[in-house]
């Protein structure tokens, strides 16, 4: 599927500044459309003439193109229009009874590189509304200053934090003084929730919303610079419970600053819910915190009543709970530090290592080794994947490896699918499978339940034992 840097990569007449200018004007060009009431598409000159390379729908009107024509070359009367306003370095404006077409070189430094074509439909029987007017030469500003190469911005945030304003949210019109020209009723009903009562045009904006603080206040630095249209930034006023969020967008003219786009936007409720969202986050991690702390005093508890007891059966199955408690323990250190239910398993993995090579009890050393990787693992599998894990390995090295040996684990994972295979070079396994003792029983039951894969244990061709696991994550 043709995308602009499949596109841009067909020809090496670009160099990588105009390749990240041409990426810079379609990440921000949106506002251009939805302000035009436009669809806009980026034709780019290649060897086999010019290619649409990007396009633009507006969100304030109906699109004039339903098909999706990227990687299309351009044909019939447009050619003449592109390559004109490509040479010659100037507008291009054709129109007919029902659509506006304007052909606008793109210029990059001084160099012209490609051209912007704008599509909008033409309303003859209506008489321009106010709002319109002003949108339209907002527009034309924005034309010019890609034309002279100005628009894209420097500076421009390259993302945006979920909430930034947008055209359909709420539009401001300042002058080079900061003076409001324009403001949509969208705009003037953020203004008065925030307190402002008195009336946004006429007035220098800056000044007006000054007053709406009090002595409590702390306004983020960059306010002033975006309620003036000084800097392409993004801003928040919080005050009396309501938050807007400001987006400035300088117009320039012959290289001087005209005036400024002003976007607003109430994001009370979205910012609350992200406020919700990271207490969540803090209590999980605590209650995480919490529940690892408690299952490593049940730990050290059962490993102390193991060391006491005097039978070797008792001792021996202590031991092994003491193990699995642990290791439980181990995934809920993961998920106390971090802010999502997933966790790196292979580093639990890694932990799960130690606690195995310190609690096994062998006679001579035991080589374990990590192949590949486990990925992330969501929280409600972690646990039972661990002490899945946990159970194989340390069998392994109990039973096949009592003189010591070798362990090798291949982990390989394939979006939810993971594929593991432990093999050890022990003693094998008995014809009769793994036996039926309560390690085997936990191991079974977590792979078939809570893990909805399957298990295997077999003998390896060179000696002894493999045990593969097919598991689907979530």
């Known amino acids: 599927m043709p995308t602009l840097t499949k596109i841009l990569e067909r020809t090496a007449r670009f ?15 949106q506002t251009i459309a939805d302000i035009a009431f436009a669809d806009l598409l980026l034709y780019v000159p290649t060897d086999d003439g010019f290619i649409a390379a990007a396009h633009a729908r507006p969100a304030t009107a109906a699109t004039l193109i339903e098909t999706d024509i990227i ?21 291009i404006v054709s ?19 490609g051209v912007v074509r704008v599509i909008s439909a033409l309303l003859q029987d209506r008489v321009p509304s106010q709002a319109q007017q002003n949108y339209e030469e907002i527009a ?62 006429g007035n220098i904006l800056a000044e007006t919303v000054t007053d709406i603080f009090d002595d409590f206040s702390i306004p983020e630095e ?29 117009l320039i003219r012959n290289g001087e600053r005209t005036g400024a786009l002003l976007m607003t936007r109430e994001i009370t409720e979205l910012r609350r819910q992200e406020r919700e969202l990271l207490t969540k986050d803090a209590t999980i991690r605590e209650i995480n915190h919490r529940v690892k702390n408690n299952l490593q005093t049940v730990s050290a508890l059962l490993r102390l009543q193991a060391r006491r007891a005097v039978n ?5 199955a202590l031991g092994q709970a003491q193990r699995r408690v642990g290791m439980i323990a181990l995934v809920h250190e993961g998920l106390s530090q971090t802010i999502d239910e997933v966790v790196e398993f292979d580093s639990v993995f890694g932990s799960l290592l130690k606690m195995v090579r ?27 994947l661990a002490v899945v894990l946990n159970e194989v390995i340390s069998n392994a090295i109990e039973h096949g490896l009592a003189q010591g040996g070798k362990v090798d684990v291949n982990a390989e994972r394939f979006d939810e699918r993971l594929f593991v295979q432990v093999r050890d070079n022990g003693t094998g396994i008995s014809p009769q499978g793994p ?40």
């Not at 306010?223 to 993004?234: D, E, F, I, T």
Request: charged share 25%; net charge negative.
């Open 15 to 29: 160099a990588e500044e105009e390749r990240k200018w041409f990426h810079q004007l379609a990440g921000d060009w």
């Open 71 to 91: 990687g299309e070359k351009v044909d019939g009367e447009s050619v003449e229009h592109v390559y004109a306003a490509f040479n010659m370095g100037d507008m």
């Open 95 to 113: 129109e007919d009874s029902s659509v506006s077409n304007t052909f606008i070189p793109v210029r990059c430094r001084g160099r012209i590189i």
């Open 140 to 201: 034309r500003d924005l034309f010019e200053m890609i034309a002279s190469g100005d628009f894209p911005l420097e500076g421009m945030p390259a993302g945006f934090r979920h909430g930034t304003p947008r055209v359909s949210d709420g539009v401001i019109q300042l002058d080079e003084d900061g003076e409001v020209l324009y403001a949509s009723p969208n705009s003037v009903s953020h203004f008065r929730r925030l307190g402002v009562d008195e009336p946004l045009i």
């Open 222 to 250: 960059s306010l002033p610079l975006v309620l003036l249209g000084k800097a392409a930034w993004v801003a928040e006023i919080d005050a009396h419970g309501v938050i807007v969020s400001l987006r400035a967008l300088p």
């Open 312 to 316: 070797d059966e008792t001792r021996v």
């Open 358 to 384: 310190d609690i096994a009890v062998t006679e001579s050393a035991v080589d374990i080794s990590l192949n590949g990787s486990f990925g992330k693992v969501r929280a409600e599998q972690a646990t039972s």
């Open 435 to 474: 036996g039926g003792g309560l390690g085997t029983q936990i191991v079974k039951t977590l792979v078939t339940g809570e893990l909805n894969g399957t298990i295997d244990w077999s003998n390896n061709p060179d000696g002894g034992t493999l045990v593969s696991l097919e598991l689907q994550l979530r």
